[in-house]
T-cell receptor, first 114, second 112 residues
Framework: GAVVSQHPSWVICKSGTSVKIECRSL??????MFWYRQFPKQSLMLMAT?????????EQGVEKDKFLINHASLTLSTLTVTSAHPEDSSFYIC??????????FGSGTQLSVL | LAKTTQPISMDSYEGQEVNITCSHN???????ITWYQQFPSQGPRFIIQ???TKVTNEVASLFIPADRKSSTLSLPRVSLSDTAVYYC?????????????FGAGTRLFVKA
């Protein structure tokens, strides 16, 4: 089946630094990928839609200058949290639509900002 | 995008059948109904998908009435490892993208 690989699984960084999270579709091409964040015991919140070869589409209330998304190829999308602060600490998840009208999700990245 | 409504939580015991119903009153003609399972600190995992009537796979069944305004995920003989959050999503992936809006999901707790 289709696999979406997300790295790193967890990251701890100092306040003010930037963190990059990668999302790869391993055995299929994805012109679109989605990025979510999830707080403890809450549902996934869609942050943005990553589009290969064009700008990402951000959901209302999501700062595009803080959460930089790059979809450089048909198999790779990256989310960079710039100048991270403790309130950015969260679980970040990516997904890509694959065959059979299904979404395939990465394993998630736990970000902790000190 | 069709909004979904599910029970916030459910409890069950090992070996029982669990049915989780999702309401999606404004489902569109081209929308599919897909259920995902999420364990703590993991990404959601596909369980089952359907368009109408009944779909069954090795882990679950999905019942969809004729009006498609609701659907029921049926988990036969649950075990402790089925404790997770279950999400019902409704959308049309065929139009070039599947912008997903997650509802609150249903927290299933299976007890011994």
């Amino acid at each position: 089946g289709a696999v979406v690989s997300q790295h790193p699984s967890w990251v701890i960084c100092k306040s003010g630094t930037s963190v990059k999270i990668e999302c790869r579709s391993l055995d299929f091409q994805a012109t679109t990928m989605f990025w979510y964040r999830q707080f403890p015991k809450q549902s996934l919140m869609l942050m943005a839609t990553s589009n290969e070869g064009s700008k990402a589409t951000y959901e209302q209330g999501v700062e595009k200058d803080k959460f930089l998304i790059n979809h450089a190829s048909l198999t790779l999308s990256t989310l960079t949290v710039t100048s991270a602060h403790p309130e950015d600490s969260s679980f970040y998840i990516c997904s890509a639509p694959g065959a059979g009208e299904k979404l395939f999700f990465g394993s998630g990245t736990q970000l902790s900002v000190l | 995008l069709a909004k979904t409504t599910q029970p916030i939580s459910m409890d069950s015991y090992e070996g029982q059948e669990v049915n989780i119903t999702c309401s999606h009153n404004n489902i569109a003609t081209n929308d599919y109904i897909t259920w995902y399972q999420q364990f703590p600190s993991q990404g959601p995992r596909f369980i089952i998908q359907g368009y109408k009537t009944k779909v069954t796979n090795e882990v679950a069944s999905l019942f969809i009435p004729a009006d498609r305004k609701s659907s029921t995920l049926s988990l036969p003989r649950v075990s402790l490892s089925d404790t997770a959050v279950y999400y019902c999503l409704v959308g049309d992936i065929g139009t070039g993208g599947f912008k997903t809006i997650f509802g609150a999901g249903t927290r299933l707790f299976v007890k011994a």
